[in-house]
């Protein structure tokens, strides 16, 4: 039998330092807590293949059932992250330039400012989670939804565009808990635009 070589590798992302209302303090504390989940993702991946290896992959056993369970939970951690800080730049631009996404925004809400203040209304609510835009593949439409525990909620099929941590490790100690209005404030000041249009399908 082939030697067990799923691993996956945390990415790093110098280039974010220097973002507007988010500190480099703590984007390192982030950065750390979502290599947690890379390691996590690991340990568990690799637990899973001994059990499977064992013949206990089996939903009766508890330990295969509960460590299955918790890997939808890590790897989505995992992933959501690299979606969040791929879409972040220092210096990003107010609003994206005219073209795919664009269009795109204005087909499915009418114009931007009308997505803009969906998604906030969605990211300023009360919970902690994620709030994201994706794109339907079959339709081309554009929809933002809030998104629980990284892997609740998530539409089937659909593609993340925009990804915004609203867990609040992502934003104190910059802000007050009750301050994460601020914090999608600052957020819209750091967006890679072009990296959420290379998104689209």
């Given at each position: 039998m082939a030697e067990f070589q799923k691993k996956y590798s945390p990415k790093t992302y110098p280039n974010l330092k220097g973002l507007k209302g988010i500190s480099d303090d703590l984007?390192?504390?982030?950065?750390?807590?979502?290599?947690?989940?890379?390691?996590?993702?690991?340990?568990?991946?690799?637990?899973?293949?001994?059990?499977?290896?064992?013949?206990?992959?089996?939903?009766?056993?508890?330990?295969?059932?509960?460590m299955t369970r918790r890997l939808g939970f890590e790897y989505s951690g995992m992933i959501l992250h690299e979606y969040y800080f791929g879409n972040l730049i220092p210096n990003g631009q107010a609003a994206p330039q005219k073209g795919k996404l664009t269009d795109a925004i204005e087909k499915s809400f009418g114009g931007y400012?009308?997505?803009?203040?969906d998604f906030k209304a969605i990211a300023t609510m009360p919970g902690v989670g994620w709030a994201i835009t994706y794109q339907d593949p079959t339709t081309g439409w554009l929809s933002s939804h809030w998104i629980n525990l990284h892997q609740d909620n998530h539409p089937a099929g659909y593609t993340p565009v925009l990804v915004m941590d609203a867990w609040e490790h992502a934003f104190i100690p910059d802000y007050k808990a009750t301050d994460r209005a601020k914090y999608v404030d600052a957020y819209f000041q750091n967006i890679d635009w072009a990296a959420v249009e290379k998104r689209l399908r």
């Open positions: 984007l390192a504390t982030h950065f750390k807590l979502y290599e947690g989940y890379v390691n996590r993702c690991n340990t568990l991946t690799e637990n899973l293949s001994k059990l499977g290896k064992e013949g206990r992959a089996s939903g009766k056993d508890p330990a295969y059932a509960e400012d009308t997505w803009l203040a």
